[in-house]
């Protein structure tokens, strides 16, 4: 699995756990439907780290929280 794939996937469930549909966040985040979703289906191949800062501040979390996830973990 690549960065883009582990990126989409935490997305969903932060979405999931939060209880919150991508149109939700991306009004709370102020990304656009076709960027999350372009993250998500992996169209967008390297997703910028403002778009993802955005994303966690409609998620309410750090980019840390964000990233601090096992799936992350062997990167750091």
């Not at 699995?1 to 991306?26: F, P, T």
């Not at 390297?46 to 501040?57: A, E, F, G, Q």
Request: net charge positive; with cysteine.
């Amino acid at each position: 699995m690549d960065i883009v794939e582990m990126i989409g996937k935490r997305i969903l469930h932060l979405c999931k756990e939060k209880n919150m549909s991508i149109n939700k966040l991306a009004k709370k985040s102020g990304v656009s439907n076709t960027a999350i979703n372009g993250i998500l289906n992996q169209s967008t191949n390297n997703p910028r780290i403002l778009t993802i800062k955005r994303i966690c501040d409609g998620f309410d979390i750090t980019i840390k929280e964000f990233f601090d996830v096992k799936e992350f973990r062997k990167y750091m």
